[in-house]
């Protein structure tokens, strides 16, 4: 007759065991003979991540990816504990950074795989400017210019990555011919919208200064700003 026995010994996880086989076999006079199988079990693979994963990527500020679905199997475990960290990290300003997707998978014996998906986010679009007229500048009388000037429209800008957006305003006089208010001198204003990473947009207008018998400001005469 031949008897079969079997044991398992437990590990320090689910998967690390030893399984013990022992036959036995005797005979009539009860002569007998053993013989023992012993069997290691173990788990030293790492789970696999599956499926088509998210390759790393630059984008603008308005485009980030949504976070992606990922899975993992392994070849041992029947569930697995998975989980995501995201790590930001600031670099030239506050619309240009990295954003760093990190999943973790781990079996029931504590082996485990990583997968990072690393985001680089820019910002290289200027804002724009809101409303759809522009001044297109125009023609004025000398003494009519310090109205112009103060009377100057206030513009303002939207940015697809900033919520702030500053907005700056300069004028520059060209006098042509400094004796009177002659025909062909110049005032140019300049708007400027800066977001917050330096990108800008620039908007000029010129207007025409035209001769009159009044003559100009005296805080006009010569180039300069003004």
Known sequence: DVDYFEVVMTGFCVN????????TASDSCLNTIIHVQTIYVTD???????????????????????IPVVT?????????????????????????YAIIRTWFAQDQCSNSSTFTHTICVVDTTPPIWD???LPQGGTANCDDLIEVIANAPEMTATDNCSEYVEVTLNHFFTQLNLD?????????????????????TIHEEVITRLGDEIGCPEDLNGNGSV
Do not use: H, K
């Open 180 to 200: 009177d208010c002659d025909t062909g001198d110049f005032l140019t204003r300049t708007w400027t919208a800066i977001d917050g990473c330096g990108n800008l």
């Open 131 to 133: 409303g759809d007229q």
């Open 44 to 66: 030293s693979t790492p789970p696999v991540f599956e499926g088509e994963l998210p390759s790393d990527v630059t984008v603008e500020c308005d485009d980030i990816p949504q």
């Open 72 to 96: 993992a199997s392994d070849n041992c475990t029947g569930s697995l504990a998975q989980w995501l960290e995201i790590d930001i990290v600031g670099t030239m300003c506050s619309d240009d």
């Open 16 to 23: 690390d065991y030893e399984i013990i086989r022992t036959w």
